[in-house]
């Protein structure tokens, strides 16, 4: 179904919620260590593309294939093992808990029943393995000065760099990042675009964000979704000029625009 190059392949993947069609027949490939940008107007369909990778939403059909091989739709608990991390809309960090401990729960414990266990100090070599991996995503995402910091004392942005590392931690091959730049400002974001950059050098990066020029500075390939369909795919400077991704947008200018909204 897919080149063996790609990390991941998506192909005729259609979500239904009732009556409503939420993704019709949509493709997707994501090579390694590259950044595949979804973009799209609200309600296009591009977290639900993230929620059927998660398994947090079960396809009415579609295949995918990860590293070459055909495999059913991730369940939730199996993200790990295959190497996939999401960060969520929203930053999501545990009040009590200082940005290490944080970090330290994303890790990929296959037993995760022992986590608490291990916390605990049940086994220092284990917490020691944990807190080094820790310290490096942090390091990886820019907050490393806020480890030992509680959540409630970080600012949005650094927050947002937290929840980067917690996925980091796991040391993933596929990254799925849901509007990473919400909330931002231009600075941050021109930070958090040299953070993506670097960080494609360990894992591959799929991403739906709405600022679309942040989106055209990361990406090596952008999809376009429209009312659940793909309507565009290639580089940002090609998908820009298609007619069908201008309609889309009414007509305005994508180029260095920003689509308001969350929900998709």
Known sequence: MSDQTDLIA??????????????DDVFLKVAPNSVVGLIGPNGA???????????????????????????????????????????????GLFS?????????????????SNF??????????????????AHEALAWAGAAHA???????????????????????MKPKLLLLDEPAAGLGQDEIDQL???IKQLKRQCAILIVEHHVDFVSEISDQ???LNFGKVIASGDF????????????????????????GSHA
């Open 10 to 23: 998506i192909a005729g993947l259609t979500v239904k919620f009732g009556g409503l069609t939420a993704l």
């Open 45 to 91: 369909g591009k977290t639900t593309i993230f929620n059927a990778i998660s398994g947090l939403v079960e396809p009415e059909k579609g295949s995918v294939s990860f590293e070459g091989k055909n495999i059913d739709w991730p369940k939730p608990d199996e993200l790990a093992k295959l190497g996939i991390a999401r960060t969520l809309q929203g930053v």
């Open 222 to 224: 952008v999809y376009v």
């Open 147 to 169: 480890a030992f910091l509680e959540p409630t004392e970080l600012t949005y942005p650094d927050s947002k760099r937290v929840a980067i590392a917690r996925a980091l931690v």
């Open 193 to 195: 675009a040299a953070l």
């Open 116 to 133: 608490i266990r291990d916390m605990l100090g049940f086994s220092p070599k284990f917490e020691k393995q944990l807190e080094d991996r």
């Open 96 to 112: 009590g808990l200082s940005v290490l401990e944080n970090v330290m729960m994303g890790a990929d414990s296959h037993n995760k």
């Open 237 to 260: 400077n090609t998908v820009k000029r298609d007619p069908a991704v201008v309609a889309a947008y009414l007509g305005t200018n994508v180029d260095g625009q920003e689509i308001g």
